[in-house]
């Protein structure tokens, strides 16, 4: 039998891609903000017409419903968010929520002067669109996962991508509430709670009030989703 070809797998993580223009950025109609860890850039609400430039520090995104809140990705230094062009006037069914997870330094901008950078420097453009490609993989690799895989392989995934990717993590701590961390798998309490259990008992995890800590990577990975075993 031929062997399989490895999958591509777009991390939760989004770094990097767009700090070699932090100056290019600070050219413009651009105002210095900082975010103490915990505190919301978006404001409840309201419409979002700002994008973020991170200069420094992490914070997370995610959804908004009537029917509850749903953790999507986790944005680092050197990318913008969101990328929008023209002023929205209208709501949608959703509200989206950006929270710093750390103390965060961003570069804030109304969409038209994004719109105005992304118009007059190309190289910036070409990686903002690579940027946003990342981001949109991982949204259908979640989708997926959401449909086919099992809470548990679902959050084996995130403790994986966390604690491979982010540059935040230390020493195997997840800076994560397991609230935020069920937000992000998508699952209800008593499936979380079930499969926090498995790791638990196996080694895999530790827990405390505010914070997982993964102890063993390699069987953390053996409950992760085929497509990111074989990416590894």
Do not use: Q
């Given at each position: 039998m031929p062997k399989q070809s490895s999958f591509v797998v777009p991390s939760l993580y989004i770094a990097g891609y767009l700090g070699q223009f932090e100056d290019l950025v600070a050219g413009y109609e651009v105002e210095a903000r900082e975010y103490a860890a915990g505190?919301?850039?978006?404001?409840?609400?309201?419409?979002?017409?700002t994008a973020f430039f991170v200069r420094r520090g992490l914070f997370r995104l995610s959804v908004r419903h009537d029917a509850g809140e749903k953790c999507l990705n986790i944005f680092g230094e050197g990318t913008m968010f969101?990328?929008?062009?023209?002023?929205?006037?209208?709501?949608?069914?959703?509200?989206?929520?950006?929270?710093?997870?750390?103390d965060l330094s961003v570069y804030a901008m109304p969409y038209?002067?994004?719109?105005?950078?992304?118009?007059?420097?190309?190289?910036?453009?070409?990686?903002l669109l690579r940027e946003n490609c990342d981001f949109i993989g991982y949204l259908l690799m979640d989708s997926v996962n959401q449909a086919f895989e099992p809470c548990l392989s679902r959050?084996?995934?995130?403790?994986?991508?966390?604690?491979?990717?982010v540059d935040a993590a230390d020493g195997g701590v997840v800076a994560l509430t397991q609230a935020e961390l069920a937000g992000f798998v998508g699952a209800s309490r008593a499936q979380?709670?079930?499969s926090v259990q498995v790791l638990r008992k196996e080694g895999v995890i530790e827990t405390?009030?505010?914070?997982v800590r993964v102890l063993d990577v390699g069987k953390l990975l053996s409950h992760?989703?085929?497509?990111?075993q074989q990416s590894v």
């Open positions: 505190e919301l850039l978006t404001r409840p609400g309201r419409i979002n017409n969101p990328v929008g062009v023209e002023l929205h006037e209208y709501w949608m069914e959703y509200e989206m929520v950006m929270r710093a997870i750390t038209p002067v994004l719109k105005r950078i992304v118009r007059e420097n190309g190289d910036f453009a070409g990686e959050l084996a995934d995130v403790l994986y991508l966390y604690v491979t990717k979380f709670e079930r405390a009030r505010g914070s992760c989703s085929l497509g990111l």
